[in-house]
């Protein structure tokens, strides 16, 4: 049997989440899969970060080329965060034909029909489950198990950090610049969290929602967006005195007409099952023809989950490799 | 491209839901999986089935050894219900390398290891996504995008019927006896309600999430089991009164003495994602050691709910045909 070989580029959060999941639950990832695998190279030039996970030195480098150039990997996890540069990578990796599994919702987002292309050219799987709601299973749950349905209706709540400054505002009263320092404080939010407070974040995930669930690409920067900045205590309780909670929601809708979608601030009632996803869980609400009403529910963020998501994409990719 | 046949056995609500998803949604379905089928055969004795999903009166038959015996089949959805019958074609299928999609629970839990080892006698694949939440795609995605995760705790509202029933004690507050009536003239309960109401529904499928989600097969008889029928009123303003509902829970849990595992009345706490899924809805809660908390929601039976479930087994055998 092929021993797959993995690449992890970056060790911050989310690649030291991949890393702790594929070396602690190895033995029930080789069982479930049938297929062996390692850790072959790691991309970091902070070595407390490879001392945090007890990883080893001798796989580690400082060079892409040398990951993107051998003939030894198999997968890349591109967990670096950015832009530009992790773009030209996945692109490299999938012409060579290195499937690539990536949480990077703004890289895909804004360069999906690139990728799918280079993916297509290198014969290599390009998946990124972890993009849209972190350790919820969706993306892929949409595409295989839910692909005999039409969807006309998705209504997510896909970032932690707002979702836990509105229910701190609702909850405890606070105004939104507290509740935005207290997320700071539990960290919950970036330092600089202006993607996620302005719905830029929600965007480009609703961008990866809408191209899988709808077969609709619309660029996120084409997408209304309104985040929560403006969001007064006064507008939580005129809501709540209607029975709604405000919550910032990401709506895709196919019509006759055509499709609607924006990102913005919604009162939302409170037997919706949305409105009882609190704190800094995320929910995506689907309306498919055949299934009905589904809601998926989990944490949209943190090493572990983000972590699940990537390694459920690499399990993916070694099975398909065993066929 | 290999044309998939499919046989479909039993055109009741299930079949006749499958039937229905096939034929609408052939378009969505044809382009995602980049593979072609045809409905190549019905086994149903009933004509007026026939009729209501206008179906092609000349792939009809009543021989089911007419369809086991062709080399023509390459998938049977086994919706025909019962247990000695459908069991023994479905052993015989998949010996024959037929693969086989069921929403059958009782017959799948209480034969698993028997048809398992029919499936890799044959070569083929059994699926039963649609034996645990209907629609709601749990089965595989625990197989699959989840198998980086050790499940610890699995907590669901797995029976349309009771849950119906209960919501209606607690918000209409009728009696069990009535809410039952009234659950049977809405159609959310059979007409010999006992499978529902003992909670034996409840127990096969818990059988099939431990043996699926913590690799640990118990027979359903071997689950202790009890139902709803003794619930009373005052039980459930009891519950309400300390901020909890009652929740007919299907649980698992793996200690480090073992697993423990029960079908019961419990009271839940208002605040838990679980309490809020009312009526006939179903939902599962699990806890994985790197994705942490997550649940599903949705409708768990009814003919395109199903049906859907059952369409994204055969998508996935599709697939699989295709590599």
């Known amino acids: 049997m092929k021993k797959i070989k993995i690449a992890i580029l970056g060790m911050g959060t989310v690649g030291g989440g991949t890393y702790d999941i594929l070396t602690k639950n190895r033995d029930v990832i080789v069982e479930r899969t049938g297929t062996d695998y390692e850790i072959a190279k790691i991309l970091e030039k902070d070595a407390r970060q490879i001392a945090k996970h007890d990883a080893d030195i001798s796989i580690v480098t400082t060079d892409v080329d040398s990951i993107l150039e051998s003939d030894d990997i198999d997968i890349i996890v591109e967990a670096l965060g950015g832009m530009d540069f992790p773009v030209s990578i996945m692109s490299r990796a999938l012409k060579r034909g290195i499937s690539v599994v990536t949480p990077n919702k703004a890289a895909v987002a804004a360069n999906y029909d690139m990728l799918r292309k280079a993916a297509e050219e290198g014969g290599a799987e390009l998946r990124f489950e972890a993009a849209v709601g972190g350790g919820i299973p969706i993306l892929t749950t949409i595409k ?76 996120p920067q084409s997408i209304p967006t309104k985040g929560i900045t403006e969001v007064t205590m006064e507008d939580i309780q005129h809501a709540y005195n209607k029975g709604c909670v405000i919550k910032l929601i990401a709506h895709a809708k196919k019509t006759e007409s055509g499709y609607e979608y924006y990102v913005r601030p919604e009162e939302i009632p409170l037997d919706h099952p949305l409105a009882s996803v609190s704190n800094e869980f995320n929910a995506i609400y689907l309306d498919g023809d055949a299934v009905g009403e589904l809601m998926f529910y989990g944490k949209g963020a943190g090493a572990l989950p983000t972590g699940s998501a990537i390694v459920g994409d690499i399990i993916a990719i070694m099975k398909d490799k065993q066929k």
């Open 144 to 219: 295989e198990q839910l692909a005999g349905n039409r969807f006309t209706d998705i209504k997510g709540i896909l970032n932690g950090t707002t979702n836990y400054i509105l229910t701190n505002m609702l909850k405890k009263g606070q105004k939104y610049e507290d509740a935005l320092e207290s997320a700071k404080e539990n960290g919950f939010a970036e330092p600089d969290p202006t993607a996620d407070v302005e719905g830029i974040d929600c965007a480009n995930k609703l961008c990866l929602l809408m191209v899988l669930a709808m077969d609709k690409y619309v660029n």
